[in-house]
């Protein structure tokens, strides 16, 4: 099984929570801490950020996961309260998703 690597096709702001829902290659759609390498300037590649190992069907339901999320840190691990949170919300856990 293929990972899913952070160069997203579309990346979506949510400016108040500083946090992006992202488009992978795959269609699927899940929550990042940055852009991805695609949309993020080359010398700036190290602030590309890393996604949630979970899919939404669609970029309203990431958006609405992140307007709701916990006050937690964001952390990208499968056990984190953002994983847990969007699943919640509606996403499925996704091997293709863990970094």
Known sequence: MEKMSNNYAQAIAVP??????VQL?????????????NLTDEDMVELAGWHLPVRFEYPEQAIKAIDAGPKDWFDI???????????????????????
Do not use: C
């Open 16 to 21: 108040d929570k500083d946090l992006f829902a």
């Open 25 to 37: 290659s795959d269609g699927g759609w899940s929550i990042a801490d940055g852009q991805g390498t």
């Open 77 to 99: 691990a499968e056990d984190s309260p953002w994983s847990g949170h969007a699943v919640n919300s509606g996403a499925v856990r996704e091997p293709k998703y863990l970094m």
